[in-house]
T-cell receptor, first 111, second 116 residues
Framework: RKEVEQDPGPFNVPEGATVAFNCTYSNSASQSFFWYRQDCRKEPKLLMSVYSSGNEDGRFTAQLNRASQYISLLIRDSKLSDSATYLCVVNSGAGSYQLTFGKGTKLSVIP | EAGVVQSPRYKIIEKKQPVAFWCNPISGHNTLYWYRQNLGQGPELLIRYENEEAVDDSQLPKDRFSAERLKGVDSTLKIQPAELGDSAVYLC??????????????FGPGTRLTVL
C-alpha cells in the first residue's frame, strides 16, 4: 500500500460546483496533515492544515478520520482560479519533520 | 518578507555533466529541505538540514548527489555526474526553528533540470 494515495483525476467541474477530494494514508503514527495546492509549473503552497475536529477556511473544508486513515477536502462554489493540483500531505509521526506527499489530484474548473 | 530563493530556475545539461542548485531559505528558518519532484508525482525528500547538520539524508543517492549547508543558511545541492533519470524539478523548502513542520513547509520556485 502506498504511503499516501489520491485519485489523480482529473476532476473537470463547472464553475459554482462543489467538489470533494479524498486521500488515504498508511502510517497510523502520522500526526500532522495538510492539503497543498500546486499550480502548473509552480511550487506547492500550503492550502490548509487538517485538524482532528475538521476545519473550514472560506469555501474550503478539510476533514480527518483517524480510524479510517482518511482525509478529505471539499471545495464549495468552485472558481476558475481553483484549477490546480491538490496534494495530500502527512507527516511520519509525532514531532516528525518528514512529510510524505501524495501524487496529487488535478482539478479543472470549467466556465 | 522574502520567500525561499532558488537558482537557477532552469538548467539543461548533457548526461555525465555536473550540475549544482542553490537555495536561500526564508530568513530565520533553520530547517531546510531539498526535494525532487518528477512529473505527475508529489515531491520526495532528498535531505533535511537542521542548521548546518544533515539530519536526514537517507533518500539521497550518495553515489552521485551531495549537499552542503556550511554556515547554516544557504545550501547547495550537486549532482555529478548527471543521468537522464535525474531530469526533474528540484525544490527547496524551509521551516522555522521548533515548528517541526506543523504549520507546513515553505517552498521555493524550484529548479527545473533537463538532462539530455
Amino acid at each position: 500500500r502506498k504511503e499516501v494515495e489520491q485519485d489523480p483525476g482529473p476532476f473537470n467541474v463547472p464553475e459554482g460546483a462543489t467538489v470533494a477530494f479524498n486521500c488515504t494514508y498508511s502510517n497510523s503514527a502520522s500526526q500532522s496533515f495538510f492539503w497543498y495546492r500546486q499550480d502548473c509549473r509552480k511550487e506547492p503552497k500550503l492550502l490548509m492544515s487538517v485538524y482532528s475536529s475538521g476545519n473550514e477556511d472560506g469555501r474550503f473544508t478539510a476533514q480527518l478520520n483517524r480510524a479510517s486513515q482518511y482525509i478529505s477536502l471539499l471545495i464549495r462554489d468552485s472558481k476558475l482560479s481553483d484549477s490546480a493540483t491538490y496534494l495530500c500531505v502527512v507527516n511520519s509521526g509525532a514531532g516528525s519533520y518528514q512529510l510524505t506527499f501524495g501524487k496529487g489530484t488535478k482539478l479543472s474548473v470549467i466556465p | 518578507e522574502a520567500g525561499v530563493v532558488q537558482s537557477p530556475r532552469y538548467k539543461i545539461i548533457e548526461k555525465k555533466q555536473p550540475v549544482a542548485f542553490w537555495c536561500n531559505p526564508i530568513s530565520g528558518h533553520n530547517t531546510l529541505y531539498w526535494y525532487r519532484q518528477n512529473l505527475g508525482q508529489g515531491p520526495e525528500l532528498l535531505i533535511r538540514y537542521e542548521n548546518e547538520e544533515a539530519v536526514d539524508d537517507s533518500q539521497l543517492p550518495k553515489d552521485r548527489f551531495s549537499a552542503e549547508r556550511l554556515k547554516g543558511v544557504d545550501s547547495t545541492l550537486k549532482i555529478q555526474p548527471a543521468e537522464l533519470g535525474d531530469s526533474a524539478v528540484y525544490l527547496c523548502a524551509s521551516t522555522p526553528e521548533g515548528d517541526r513542520g506543523r504549520k507546513g513547509q515553505f517552498f521555493g520556485p524550484g529548479t527545473r533540470l533537463t538532462v539530455l
